[in-house]
């Protein structure tokens, strides 16, 4: 899994993490458009609600830069050239424009956390199963979608929400969350707990 994430308690002044920017005025993205390069630029320069997308990321990406160590901002630029090449590699799915939204609203969140652009809510302590390993979830209403920093010993990962019958669901990288009833079900890689909230 990789390794355990470090979530800065504070707001940035002046950037608002919760409203998409421009969204009154016909939307431009942060790049030119007469230059657009491939079949995803063009689209993002065709609709809208991807190009206030790609315009909030300009200004995500630079204030979650600003708070990272010194030592970790080479990695950072690296992983956003990765994110850049998969949105791009959106042209292979069916639906462009639903994969390049999800790719664009998954990477915000994700600086949003890393970066310290939110306050960081009250974690909920569990206990799973019949192990002392700690588990940990923190909840973000205000990401958009809704998201949750699960660490289960020393991993931790990212999920977001997801469509549930009942109850509420998030998904990460090999990790599903699901709590329904006062009880949560995760599957952590081959491993599933059932997990009651310390204290209830």
């Known amino acids: 899994m990789n390794k355990p994430l470090t979530f800065p308690v504070l707001l940035c002044a002046g950037l608002s993490v919760s409203a998409l920017p421009g969204a009154a005025l016909a939307a431009t993205p942060s790049f030119d458009c007469s230059q657009a390069s491939g079949t995803i630029e063009e689209l993002i320069c065709q609709e809208d609600d991807l190009a206030t997308l790609d315009r909030h990321m300009a200004e995500v990406f630079p204030a979650a830069m600003a708070n990272y ?53 009250e974690p909920v302590a569990f206990k799973c199963n019949e192990t002392d390993k700690p588990f940990t979830a ?7 979608p809704h998201s949750a920093v699960l660490t289960w010993g020393d991993d931790q990962v990212i999920a ?41």
């Open 69 to 121: 160590p010194q030592s970790e901002q080479a990695t950072a630029k690296a992983m956003q050239r990765g994110w850049i090449k998969g949105r791009n590699d959106c042209w292979k799915a069916d639906d462009k424009k639903a994969c390049v939204e999800s790719e664009y609203k998954n990477r915000i969140v994700e600086l949003q956390i890393t970066g310290g652009l939110l306050e960081v809510p």
């Open 138 to 144: 923190v909840f973000y209403s205000q990401t958009d």
């Open 160 to 200: 977001l929400i997801a469509p549930a019958a009942s109850g509420s669901k998030y998904t990460g990288r090999n990790v599903e969350y699901w709590e329904h009833q006062g009880e949560a079900r995760v599957t952590w890689l081959s491993e599933t707990l059932t997990c009651q909230p310390v204290g209830k």
